[in-house]
């Protein structure tokens, strides 16, 4: 039971103010690097290095990897990671620095200690081609609406200082209405090659590189699994537009005062303090418009004509924002009192105010085209070559 109550003092005094724990604080007897896929990376989507740290006792503190929290793991900023042919984001998610060279050579990465004490050996990571379906060229989504400001209270009422009628409570302000989403951007032109080779761990790879056509110094390489059931999509849609900002509440209505002197026999006290009204909400805003589909010239190596059936194309545009909610209403103020036993009357209660109207939704970006094209028109005499430079 003590040696339970240790560890757990050891996890708090670890755990930093974001819920990390300090790599520094850990009597370090070994130390290990693996991806999110085990000893293999994608070559389609990001793949995060995992560092796995273990102590004298035997427990395992590690890194986190896709979705998960920082809570007590590690952080990977606390480790000097190496690659020989790839390289390394902050984050730990690692590419290879020449995807073509990747078909025939693997990857290897070290982790190390920032004092360097202690270090990882040295690692061969090789490529997988069967984590991914899609090539993703689409446009980004435009961003979401700020929501509007609450409305503020209403003030209460003061008290009556003698024996007359108490005042009102003052009515809430409004809330402020939410603004629009922005739209999404429009899909981009683009000259996609699809064909087939060779790498040293698959006899078939499909094979698709993308130029942009408003900049032909960006390139994108692509490498899949071309026994994939379902096929290949390739996907250039517009970006969805943002959602709109939900309206503020109203504020609330100021409650009434009190009557608080003592009652005269024969001519009582005055009314209590009628509640304010609550204040009318903000409308919700509307949603931004999804952008232009985006525009592909596509062509598959005819000498695989199999492929042309297993490639899907999306060009769709982008989907229209949500609309914003409207904001409630407030409340009314309540009404104020007179004193017990006097023949004077309590005030009125407040109306609550008016619930703020939705926003519109957006529209829908038009799609985009599709241009099946030969292969001089679209890299001209260097067609078909996998250069990413």
């Known amino acids: 039971m003590r040696g339970f109550a240790l560890q757990v003092l050891l996890s708090f005094a670890l755990a930093g103010c974001a819920g990390a724990v300090d790599v520094a604080g850990i009597d370090v007897a070994r130390i290990d690097v693996h991806t999110s896929d085990g000893s293999r990376y994608c070559l389609v989507r990001p793949s995060r290095l995992v560092v796995r740290v273990t102590d004298t006792s035997g427990r395992v503190w590690r890194t986190p990897g896709p979705g998960e929290s920082q809570k007590r793991r590690l952080r990977i900023s606390d480790f000097v990671l190496q690659a020989e042919a790839g390289l390394i984001d902050p984050d730990g998610t690692i590419r290879p620095a020449d995807p073509v060279a990747a078909l025939f050579q693997p ?52 008290d009556s200082p003698g024996c007359g009628s108490a005042q009102s409570g003052r009515r809430g302000t409004e809330g402020a209405d939410g603004t629009r989403g922005t739209d999404g951007l429009d899909g981009a032109a683009w000259s996609v090659d699809v064909g087939m080779a060779a790498s040293r761990w698959r006899l078939h790879v499909v094979v698709v590189k993308a130029v942009s056509r408003e900049d032909p110094s960006v390139v994108r390489i692509s490498f899949l699994d071309e026994s994939m059931p379902g096929g290949i999509t390739l996907r250039a849609s517009g970006g969805d537009g943002g959602d709109g900002g939900d309206g503020g509440d109203g504020g609330n209505g100021g409650d009434g005062g009190n009557v608080t002197c003592a009652p005269h026999p024969r001519h009582g006290v005055g009314l209590g303090g009628d509640g304010g009204n609550g204040g009318d909400a903000g409308n919700g805003g509307s949603g931004g418009d999804g952008g232009d589909g985006g525009r592909l010239f596509v062509r598959v190596d005819d000498r695989h004509p199999e492929l042309a059936a297993s490639i899907h194309v999306d060009t769709s545009g982008g989907g229209g924002g949500k609309p914003g909610r409207g904001g409630r209403s407030g409340a009314g103020g309540r009404p104020g009192t007179s004193s017990a036993g006097a023949p004077g009357f309590p005030g009125t209660e407040g109306r609550y105010g008016q619930d703020g109207a939705p926003g519109q939704a957006g529209a829908d970006g038009p799609p985009g085209t599709i241009t099946h094209t030969p292969r001089d028109e679209l890299f001209g005499p260097d067609a078909g070559r996998l250069d990413a430079r």
């Open 107 to 158: 990857l290897y990465v070290q982790a190390q200690t920032r004092s360097g004490k202690h270090r990882s050996g040295r690692v061969e990571l090789t490529p997988r081609f069967d984590c991914s379906q899609e090539v993703s060229l689409s446009a980004a989504a435009g961003l979401p609406g700020q929501a509007g400001a609450p409305g503020e209270a209403g003030r209460t009422g003061d």
